[in-house]
């Protein structure tokens, strides 16, 4: 029974980092042999950190929400107007480029970001702070791959100037600035991190439950001597 827990909570734990895991090993694919995608799927893959930042800037309120202690009902409401606030920015990148796979791609990283939280349910003050935690990770994340990669050298790899001149050909290279293959490193050095920080933070998050859950039980025993 013991090792059965043990491998439950390590296949949890994969499972919170898998998503990320994935679009990490999906960059690093398009950044050895872009040839596999094309050039538009690319250049798609690019605008996927775009859309990165926007979730970022919208798990904090998330997070707040899940802090409060509101009703159930009030609280789905708060977390629905949310969404909906930040839908709006999704549908004008849409627009914007005149694709449909912005909304795709912030469906995929809004489901990647709180996987970890609905596959390991907790207290509500747990898992606000779990989801500040996060959130922490991919700021720095965030912040130091966006000046890193714009003042180190990257190599082109399978990103070569011809393929990314058929990326401009076919309507724009995409949301990058030192050139597609600099954005695609980005997206595999971040999602990285992200993976192992979820895999870390899935397992923590547990010891965290325990304690509280202690500390509530310590509490409830002390009223009750009294």
Not at 3 to 20: G, I, N, S, V, Y
Not at 89 to 117: C, D, E, M, N
Not at 152 to 168: Q, R
Request: charged share 15%; glycine share 8%; with cysteine.
């Amino acid at each position: 029974l013991w090792h059965d827990r043990r491998m439950l909570r390590f296949l949890q734990r994969l499972l919170a980092a898998l998503p990320d895991a994935i679009t990490a090993a999906v960059f690093l694919t398009a950044w050895l042999t872009p040839e596999r995608f094309g050039p538009d799927r690319v250049k798609d893959l690019t605008l996927v950190m775009a859309m990165e930042f926007i979730v970022i800037h919208s798990s904090i309120f998330y997070a707040v929400i899940a802090g409060v202690d509101i009703a159930r009902g009030k609280r789905i409401a708060w977390l629905a107007g949310l969404s909906c606030l930040y839908l709006v920015f999704v549908f004008g990148f849409a627009i914007g480029y005149k694709s449909s796979w912005p909304i795709f791609a912030f469906a995929w990283l809004f489901i990647s970001r709180f996987l970890h939280v609905w596959l390991n349910p907790v207290s509500s003050d747990v898992e606000a702070q779990r989801m500040v935690n996060i959130w922490a990770v991919s700021v720095v994340a965030y912040l130091f791959g966006a000046f890193t990669f714009n003042l180190v050298t990257v190599p082109n790899l399978g990103m070569t100037s011809a393929f990314e001149s058929s990326m401009v050909q076919s309507g724009g290279s995409g949301w990058s600035s030192g050139g597609a293959h600099t954005t695609l490193a980005f997206g595999l050095i971040y999602f990285s991190i992200l993976a192992l920080a979820k895999y870390a933070m899935s397992g923590s998050a547990r010891g965290a439950a325990r304690a509280v859950g202690r500390a509530q039980s310590a509490r409830g025993a002390g009223r009750g001597q009294s």
